[in-house]
């Protein structure tokens, strides 16, 4: 079949690419570690922002770094108004091979059947995930720079709710859901934007205090930006943007297993090479293997094991410079 061409205007054969439709990434937040306690007879309510517009899509649901089962008893998506309350209408069950629940094996994801749901470039969804017994820490990404809504424990099945009245509980992590594809023509392509917490889009406080919140629910990150402006660049270049940051994430060594996940060289498999249509990877990482005193020597060989893996697969590589840093790292 006819090669596709990626963002950079190279050709790229990838599984699945061909023929009339084919699934690719449109959204990402991918795993920093196992976070919190848990839930136990709750309802999370996570909102995911697709860079492109479709109307079928699937939800990844993860527990890579739990240390037991995850047992999700029912899920569901929609549209989503504000807050958590979401459109009236428009929420769809989601089921994993005809069954409302799925068992997830620790250190695996799954993936959802599609589901029918219409949505347009940075349209919100809301993914409701309800878990009947108790989980342990949930397998999620820390810096989520969004707004998550849960229940309080024991509250019960409201992954059908329309009003957010139910979800009393906000924070800025997403757990158990880490990646949506869209079905797409086959002239469409996922680039991703690996990295640190240049890529999250993590911004701390003022004085070094915290996270700062002012961007909070905004799409500030720089994949966002990016996204933003391929759609509407000359020639109608249509892409997807899919975000692979991890705050504190290092390219070369495991980070603490709640913030910064997996070195990057080990997640490329995962997090870049697992994305469907993905035909280009931007890489801006290194920061912080360079705050624990990592060579020149090696974060250049690392940067070559990265790339060769790629170009092994076909992806087209972007490997961006290192923006200025302080000591206080």
Request: hydrophobic share 40%; glycine share 14%; with cysteine.
């Amino acid at each position: 079949c006819t090669l596709a061409a990626t963002a950079s205007g190279q050709s790229a054969q990838t599984p699945g690419y061909c023929g009339t439709t084919h699934w690719v990434g449109v959204w990402a937040a991918d795993p920093s570690g196992a976070l919190g306690s848990g839930g136990n007879n709750q309802t999370v309510r996570i909102i995911i922002t697709p860079h492109i517009d479709g109307s079928v899509l699937r939800v990844h649901i993860t527990n890579r770094n739990s240390p037991r089962p995850l047992v999700l008893t029912k899920a569901s998506i929609a549209q989503r108004q504000t807050g958590a309350a979401i459109i009236g209408g428009t929420s769809q069950p989601l089921t994993f091979n005809g069954q409302a629940g799925v068992t997830v094996a620790v250190g695996t994801e799954v993936v959802s059947d599609p589901v029918s749901i219409s949505f347009a470039p940075f349209q919100d969804l809301a993914v409701s995930v309800y878990t009947a017994g108790a989980t342990g820490p949930a397998t999620g990404h820390l810096v989520a720079r969004e707004h998550s809504f849960a229940t309080a424990p024991g509250a019960g099945d409201h992954t059908g709710d329309t009003s957010g009245a139910a979800f009393a509980i906000e924070n800025t992590m997403s757990v158990y859901v880490d990646a949506a594809d869209a079905m797409e023509p086959p002239d469409v392509g996922a680039v991703v934007a690996f990295g640190d917490s240049i890529t999250d889009g993590y911004e701390s406080g003022v004085g070094g205090g915290g996270e700062e919140p002012g961007g909070i629910d905004l799409n500030h990150r720089y994949p966002d930006y990016l996204a933003a402006r391929l759609l509407i660049a000359p020639g109608g270049l249509h892409v997807s943007v899919v975000n692979a940051g991890i705050s504190g994430n290092r390219l070369l060594s495991d980070g603490s297993q709640v913030a910064s996940g997996a070195a990057g060289l080990t997640r490329l498999t995962t997090d870049v090479l697992g994305v469907p249509g993905v035909t280009d990877v931007i890489i801006d990482e290194g920061i912080n293997d360079i705050a624990l005193l990592a060579s020149a020597q090696q974060m250049e060989s690392g940067l070559a094991q990265a790339v060769a893996k790629l170009h092994a697969a076909g992806i087209h590589v972007l490997v961006g410079t290192l923006t200025p840093a302080g000591t206080g790292l």
